[in-house]
C-alpha cells in the first residue's frame, strides 16, 4: 500500500488541522492505520491508531483534543486536531500496519511522506 499524507500547515494555538492520508491499493481495509508524529531532535512517536474492527486508540497527550477516523471506501484516514498547542509542532506521519493493535513504529511497515505541522504561540 502506498500512503500520501497532507493538511498540514502553520496555526496559531488553539487553533485546528485536520489531515489526511491518501492510500493506494486494494486491501486498505485490512490495514491498522496510524498518525505517528517527529519533531526535531525527537524520536518519532505515536499518536493516534484506527484499527480494522473501527476502534481507535491515542496516546494521552492528545487525549481529548485529537480524533482519527477512517473511510475505507475512500481508503481515507483523517486525523483531526483541535486545541493545538506548540507542543504538537511536528511532522506527521501516516502509517499503515498489517498488525492490528499495535503502537509501536517498527510494527507499521507503510510510510506515508508526513506534512508538517508547526504551531505557534
Known amino acids: 500500500v502506498q500512503l500520501q499524507a497532507f493538511g498540514g500547515g502553520l496555526v496559531q494555538g488553539g487553533g485546528s488541522l485536520r489531515l489526511s492520508c491518501a492510500a493506494s491499493?486494494?486491501?486498505?481495509?485490512?490495514?491498522?492505520m496510524g498518525w505517528f508524529r517527529q519533531a526535531p531532535g525527537k524520536e518519532r512517536e505515536f499518536v493516534a491508531a484506527a484499527w480494522t474492527g473501527g476502534s481507535t486508540f491515542y496516546t494521552d497527550f492528545v487525549k481529548g483534543r485529537f480524533t482519527i477516523s477512517r473511510d475505507n471506501a475512500k481508503k481515507t484516514v483523517y486525523l483531526q486536531m483541535n486545541n493545538l498547542k506548540p507542543e504538537d509542532t511536528a511532522v506527521y506521519y501516516c502509517?499503515?500496519?498489517?498488525?492490528?493493535?499495535?503502537?509501536?513504529?517498527?510494527?507499521?511497515?507503510?510510510w506515508g511522506q508526513g506534512t508538517l505541522v508547526t504551531v505557534s504561540s
Open positions: 491499493g486494494r486491501t486498505f481495509s485490512s490495514y491498522g
Open positions: 502509517a499503515a500496519a498489517s498488525r492490528q493493535y499495535t503502537i509501536r513504529v517498527s510494527d507499521y511497515g507503510y
